[in-house]
């Protein structure tokens, strides 16, 4: 069952990868995410390689969305820095992943310095 839900996500892969390509402004963050939720389930897989590749094409989007609007994009971003630390933590890569969380709480610490009342609960 499992390689059938991969098969669906890869397929809903190409659909969004071929809007992004012909309108990335509109299709960039459903893009990333379809990247993003891929990549877990092949983290899940124990395939790191796979996930290493979609979560870093997720975080190059979710990094330029991030710094066009920074107030919707910021939680996707975070997130994202998150999950692909995780991935190299799996990995005993815990240097690129201490880099990784470092960014995604400086970000949060910022946002948070900026505006309280927004970002208290943020990305717990």
Same mark, same amino acid.
């Given at each position: 069952?499992?390689?059938?839900? $991969?098969? &669906?996500?890869?397929? !809903? $892969? %190409?659909?969004?990868?071929? &809007? +992004?390509? @012909?309108?990335?402004?509109?299709?960039?963050?459903?893009? #990333?995410?379809? /990247? %993003?939720?891929? !990549?877990?389930?092949?983290?899940? $897989?124990?395939?790191?390689?796979?996930? &290493?590749? =979609?979560?870093?094409? !997720? $975080?190059?989007?979710?990094?330029?969305? +991030?710094?066009?609007?920074?107030?919707?994009?910021?939680? +996707?971003?975070? !997130?994202?820095?998150?999950? =692909?630390?995780?991935?190299?933590?799996? =990995?005993?890569?815990?240097?690129? #992943? =201490?880099? &990784? +969380?470092?960014?995604?709480? %400086?970000?949060?610490?910022? /946002?948070?310095? @900026?505006?309280?009342?927004?970002?208290?609960?943020?990305?717990?």
């Amino acid at each position: 069952q499992y390689d059938r839900a $991969l098969k &669906l996500y890869e397929k !809903a $892969l %190409s659909i969004i990868e071929n &809007l +992004y390509q @012909q309108n990335p402004e509109r299709w960039a963050g459903d893009y #990333a995410t379809i /990247l %993003s939720n891929l !990549a877990g389930a092949y983290m899940n $897989l124990n395939q790191y390689d796979r996930a &290493l590749e =979609l979560y870093e094409k !997720a $975080l190059s989007i979710r990094e330029s969305l +991030y710094q066009q609007n920074t107030e919707i994009w910021a939680v +996707y971003y975070v !997130a994202t820095l998150n999950h =692909l630390a995780l991935t190299y933590s799996d =990995l005993n890569q815990y240097d690129r #992943a =201490l880099k &990784l +969380y470092e960014k995604a709480l %400086s970000i949060i610490e910022n /946002l948070y310095q @900026q505006n309280p009342e927004i970002w208290a609960g943020c990305c717990v």
